[in-house]
């Protein structure tokens, strides 16, 4: 027997008069007391259902009881809806299903929301993401998601790249998150480590020979919960011997040309421009700009360094940004609270009124000259007075936030752009270490290696990322092949020779016995399926996904493990505070 002849999307006039059987979903039922009409929904579209009393009693009953989301099997035939009743917005709309025969497949209790419902709560989403996942933007996310892996899979493999599978349960591989880690039973005390990424697994394969590698990888980063981050996530992982970023970045360039087009129809120039990471951070204050709006942010160190307002002449950098509108000083002073929980002291404010006036409590001690040359009627300079890193984060966060609030970011516009020369290493507040900017395999340029001991704020990696309308898609790096080499990077770091030996031994020793230079990027599936579809919420590019804190609405993972379980793996838990689904 078979369910269905015919999908609910294909009905059109050409199969007037002839019988068919449907079957899906009821999206929607009206009922006029006499005829009833059921939306009848699959995964290729929805078609009208007709059930007539006169014409099939017994139909017509069953159809009575039929409830939004029951699974129906309906018989009949194609017939042309009257012209008043066609409706042009359907692709089958023309035509609908005169109903003879109806099964209900399988009924549904009442929804905890419905399929065309917005703004329903996230958790409850979560919690019936079957349910969710009917819904058309959550279907189109899932397909788009599906075709863009492919895209992928076909240019890597036309560029003879090899698909290889790495471990998941492993030893930590650092990407700067904290490890998942799973307790090996028949190895008491001790644990695996899932990876944040197949980073050192890829640099053994190409070792190894394999001198093209790619992977739709699986990476788990146990992150503190931030809105853009997710804990569990795919990404496109490339390694390759012999690295040449030219070919790296135009391969990347076709692969993300390839999903536009044929995903969304937009047709991306490549290729990408160059930003070097120094002017990113001086004009746009962060390594992954937006220039979909201009406000970039404006040096005034030197403009102000004579000035008689202190905070300006004894700053160690004074920057602006300057804002096309009249702020109020409420607004200014929103701002100001909001500039000082990223780590400002304070915020500088000019307004040039359109009629002439200059509205600030500091132009009196600023030089007319310098305000004529700042003066822009009908906008608001707002200045941060500090050090570059201070200056540059505020003032970037600032237009981010104005750029949309105000509605400047040209939504039409696709911004993609490589960030290149990227810094080698980073300074961490919390413990006064510098460490790896990338990850610390990443290679230092060939004048970086000695700056790296003296000056590491300054030394540079051949390390680059993609970029497309302020959000990073893409991050790769080229590697360091000489054993000496990395281990004088790992002591710069602040990893000693134990912990280099206990930690990457194996890595160290692939590195002694013929390592090629090789070097490679990953791509972020879920954040490049955001972009591309626009979908504001990570979560909602993953078919199964957890809350920030890692909490699974629908199976309720985590979950707490019987005694037997624990006293299996030699694990006692002492839980402090009853644990919270956030
Ligand atoms: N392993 C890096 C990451 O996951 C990417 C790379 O360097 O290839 O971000």
């Not at 917005?118 to 599906?146: C, G, S």
Request: charged residues 30%; contains cysteine; negative net charge.
């Amino acid at each position: 027997m078979s369910w269905r002849d015919l999908r609910c999307g294909e009905p059109r006039p050409e199969h007037e008069g002839r019988a068919f059987t449907l079957a899906g979903w009821a999206a929607r039922r009206r009922d006029h007391g006499g005829l009833v009409f059921v939306d009848l929904r699959d995964e290729t579209g929805v078609t009208q259902l007709v059930v007539n009393p006169e014409h099939s009693p017994a139909a017509a009953a069953v159809a009575h009881g039929v409830r939004n989301e029951f699974v129906l099997q309906a018989t009949g035939r194609i017939v042309r809806r009257t012209q008043e009743t066609v409706n042009p917005k359907m692709p089958t709309g023309e035509v609908e299903l005169q109903v003879d025969e109806l099964r209900v497949l399988s009924t549904s209790t009442p929804l905890p929301f419905q399929l065309d419902e917005e703004n329903v709560d996230e958790a409850l989403r979560q919690q019936y993401r079957w349910l969710d996942l009917r819904r058309e933007t959550m279907q189109r996310n899932i397909r788009i998601r599906a075709q863009l892996v492919r895209i992928i899979r076909e240019e890597m493999e036309r560029e003879g790249f090899v698909d290889i599978e790495t471990p998941i349960l492993w030893k930590p591989t650092p990407e700067g998150a904290r490890d998942f880690l799973v307790p090996a039973r028949l190895q008491r005390g001790k644990f695996y480590a899932l990876p944040q990424s197949p980073q050192i697994a890829k640099q053994l394969l190409v070792i190894s020979g394999f001198e093209r590698y790619y992977q739709i990888a699986r990476c788990f980063r146990d992150e503190d919960p931030r809105a853009d981050r997710l804990q569990e996530l795919t990404q496109l992982d490339v390694e390759m011997a012999f690295p040449d970023r030219e070919f790296l970045f135009a391969l990347m360039e076709r692969i993300v040309q390839r999903i536009w087009r044929e995903c969304i129809g937009v047709e991306l120039s490549a290729p990408f421009e160059r930003v070097p990471y120094d002017d990113a951070m001086l004009r746009y204050g962060i390594d992954r700009p937006d220039r979909r709006f201009a406000m970039e942010i404006q040096e005034a160190t030197d403009d102000t360094r004579g000035s008689e307002f202190g905070v300006f002449a004894n700053a160690p950098c004074v920057r602006y940004i300057s804002v096309p509108r009249e702020l109020s000083r409420t607004e200014v002073q929103t701002l100001e609270t909001q500039a000082k929980s990223w780590g400002a002291k304070g915020l500088a404010y000019i307004v040039f009124r359109a009629d002439g006036e200059v509205g600030s409590p500091i132009a009196k001690f600023l030089d007319d000259d310098l305000l004529a040359r700042w003066r822009e009627p009908g906008h608001t300079l707002l200045f941060v007075a500090d050090t570059p890193q201070v200056a540059a984060k505020v003032l970037g966060l600032l237009r981010l936030q104005l750029g949309r609030e105000l509605g400047l970011v040209d939504e039409s516009r696709w911004d993609f752009l490589w960030v290149v020369d990227m810094p080698a290493a980073e300074y961490e507040e919390e413990t006064g270490r510098w460490h790896a900017a990338h990850h610390p395999f990443t290679r230092p340029t060939d004048e970086s290696v000695e700056l790296f001991k003296t000056d590491p704020g300054a030394a540079r990696a051949v390390a680059y990322d993609l970029v497309a309308n302020g959000i990073e898609l893409a991050g790769g790096s080229f590697r360091i092949h000489e054993p000496e080499l990395q281990q004088r990077v790992f002591e710069y770091l602040g990893i000693g020779e134990e912990e280099q030996r206990e930690k990457f031994g194996f890595l160290l020793r692939a590195l002694e016995m013929g390592a090629p230079p090789h070097g490679g990027i990953a791509s972020g599936i879920d954040r490049l399926l955001m972009a591309l579809v626009g979908e504001e919420r990570i979560r909602d590019t993953q078919a199964f996904p957890k809350n920030q804190v890692g909490y699974d609405y629908m199976t309720e993972a985590p979950i707490e493990l019987a005694q037997e379980q624990l006293d299996e793996l030699g694990i006692s838990v002492e839980v402090e505070e009853p644990s919270s689904a956030g």
